[in-house]
């Protein structure tokens, strides 16, 4: 089975409850975009219309590789344009710069391609069981895109205090969806860790450039350094590490629990069900798990907890370290999320011969999703 072939097999429509309001201060713009990610789109904004990318806020980040429509608000009206990759409409005004509250959930209509006999034999069961049942509300791999590389994560070398790891992680460790500058960087930077002199003459422009600059005149301040990253990627660094803490914890409630199958993903493994018996499904139904932070208490998630205090343990951590008190502007905040991830109005289209692979079949699946659910995750079910 495939997936994303073309962007316009991954569609992705945001579903909002914003309402114009004439009198707000902020403008409010429908962006359509293809195969860019939500922040590389406001850049690319922010650039052509000459004001700072602090100034645009989107209510939710969007999957790069699809077509997405989703809403983002602006300080100061935009020039409207579009090109291949993007549309911009105004569609209104708003009191407040939107947010992820501002996001109901998210419509999906998905192509899967290059379908053979034996998973066209699973699909009409995969549907039923994921209606019947539900499925793990794990995040999938678009939240950990480049942060879970090889080496490990940033947010687990902050946890354990060692900040210079955590900046070489971000700073020389190249991997493959960067752009050849940002690669290029981080190989010289992996290659000259230390003479930072030497490395800021060779660097390319980048932000990544300005932290060495800081650090050849402050060589020591690897947590004051760090502070100097764009806080919306010091956060994307903390959520990742947070949201694999809570795959952990689910994946390993889900083996306690039921029989299971593995499916890999960036980050590791997830466990997925096929049915879970009836008292089972009536407690996990409606459970939520913690996303960890330094409030976090383990006894109040009573499914959870055992799982949660191994994951814990194996990494080599506690809770209290999750408030990270050597940064100032940087910490994990406790909240919790869904366990269990239930569909709205799932249909399966009928089979059709896929133009771009002779010989297979293709299908549309239909579904939205609340807020922060992966529809990844869907198609995942749907394929074992």
């Given at each position: 089975?495939?997936?994303?072939?073309?962007?316009?097999?991954?569609?992705?429509?945001?579903?909002?409850?914003?309402?114009?309001?004439?009198?707000?201060?902020?403008?409010?713009?429908?962006?359509?975009?293809?195969?860019?990610?939500?922040?590389?789109?406001?850049?690319?904004?922010?650039?052509?219309?000459?004001?700072?990318?602090?100034?645009?806020?989107?209510?939710?980040?969007?999957?790069?590789?699809?077509?997405?429509?989703?809403?983002?608000?602006?300080?100061?009206?935009?020039?409207?344009?579009?090109?291949?990759?993007?549309?911009?409409?105004?569609?209104?005004?708003?009191?407040?710069?939107?947010?992820?509250?501002?996001?109901?959930?998210?419509?999906?209509?998905?192509?899967?391609?290059?379908?053979?006999?034996?998973?066209?034999?699973?699909?009409?069961?995969?549907?039923?069981?994921?209606?019947?049942?539900?499925?793990?509300?794990?995040?999938?791999?678009?939240?950990?895109?480049?942060?879970?590389?090889?080496?490990?994560?940033?947010?687990?070398?902050?946890?354990?205090?060692?900040?210079?790891?955590?900046?070489?992680?971000?700073?020389?460790?190249?991997?493959?969806?960067?752009?050849?500058?940002?690669?290029?960087?981080?190989?010289?930077?992996?290659?000259?860790?230390?003479?930072?002199?030497?490395?800021?003459?060779?660097?390319?422009?980048?932000?990544?450039?300005?932290?060495?600059?800081?650090?050849?005149?402050?060589?020591?301040?690897?947590?004051?350094?760090?502070?100097?990253?764009?806080?919306?990627?010091?956060?994307?660094?903390?959520?990742?590490?947070?949201?694999?803490?809570?795959?952990?914890?689910?994946?390993?409630?889900?083996?306690?629990?039921?029989?299971?199958?593995?499916?890999?993903?960036?980050?590791?493994?997830?466990?997925?069900?096929?049915?879970?018996?009836?008292?089972?499904?009536?407690?996990?139904?409606?459970?939520?798990?913690?996303?960890?932070?330094?409030?976090?208490?383990?006894?109040?998630?009573?499914?959870?907890?055992?799982?949660?205090?191994?994951?814990?343990?194996?990494?080599?951590?506690?809770?209290?370290?999750?408030?990270l008190p050597d940064l100032e502007r940087t910490g994990f905040k406790a909240s919790t999320r869904r366990a269990?991830?239930?569909?709205?109005?799932?249909?399966?289209?009928?089979?059709?011969?896929?133009?771009?692979?002779?010989?297979?079949?293709?299908?549309?699946?239909?579904?939205?999703?609340?807020?922060?659910?992966?529809?990844?995750?869907?198609?995942?079910?749907?394929?074992?």
């Amino acid at each position: 089975m495939k997936l994303k072939s073309v962007p316009e097999d991954f569609v992705v429509e945001e579903v909002s409850d914003f309402t114009p309001n004439p009198g707000g201060r902020f403008f409010v713009y429908a962006l359509e975009k293809r195969s860019l990610a939500t922040l590389e789109a406001l850049h690319i904004i922010a650039r052509h219309a000459g004001v700072r990318e602090r100034d645009l806020s989107a209510a939710g980040l969007k999957d790069k590789h699809g077509l997405t429509r989703q809403l983002f608000s602006s300080t100061r009206a935009l020039p409207v344009f579009s090109d291949e990759r993007l549309k911009l409409r105004l569609v209104g005004k708003s009191v407040e710069k939107l947010t992820a509250g501002s996001i109901l959930g998210n419509r999906f209509t998905i192509t899967l391609r290059n379908l053979r006999e034996d998973v066209i034999a699973r699909l009409p069961r995969n549907v039923n069981e994921i209606q019947r049942f539900g499925l793990p509300n794990y995040y999938d791999n678009q939240r950990f895109g480049g942060i879970a590389h090889g080496r490990g994560f940033i947010g687990r070398a902050l946890v354990l205090g060692d900040f210079e790891q955590a900046l070489r992680l971000h700073l020389a460790a190249p991997h493959r969806k960067q752009s050849l500058t940002d690669k290029s960087n981080r190989r010289l930077a992996d290659q000259l860790w230390g003479d930072w002199h030497a490395l800021h003459k060779r660097m390319k422009r980048s932000p990544e450039r300005a932290l060495v600059e800081y650090l050849k005149s402050h060589p020591d301040d690897w947590a004051g350094c760090f502070e100097r990253i764009t806080p919306s990627l010091r956060n994307l660094f903390v959520a990742a590490y947070q949201s694999w803490l809570f795959n952990e914890t689910l994946r390993r409630m889900v083996e306690a629990s039921a029989p299971f199958e593995h499916v890999k993903y960036k980050a590791g493994m997830f466990a997925f069900y096929r049915n879970l018996p009836e008292e089972l499904l009536a407690r996990w139904r409606d459970v939520e798990l913690p996303l960890p932070g330094p409030g976090t208490r383990p006894d109040d998630f009573p499914d959870a907890a055992p799982h949660l205090r191994a994951v814990l343990e194996s990494e080599g951590i506690s809770l209290e370290q999750l408030s990270l008190p050597d940064l100032e502007r940087t910490g994990f905040k406790a909240s919790t999320r869904r366990a269990l991830l239930w569909p709205k109005d799932l249909q399966l289209g009928e089979l059709q011969a896929d133009e771009l692979n002779p010989g297979a079949e293709k299908v549309v699946v239909k579904f939205e999703l609340g807020r922060g659910s992966f529809g990844t995750m869907v198609t995942r079910r749907l394929g074992i």
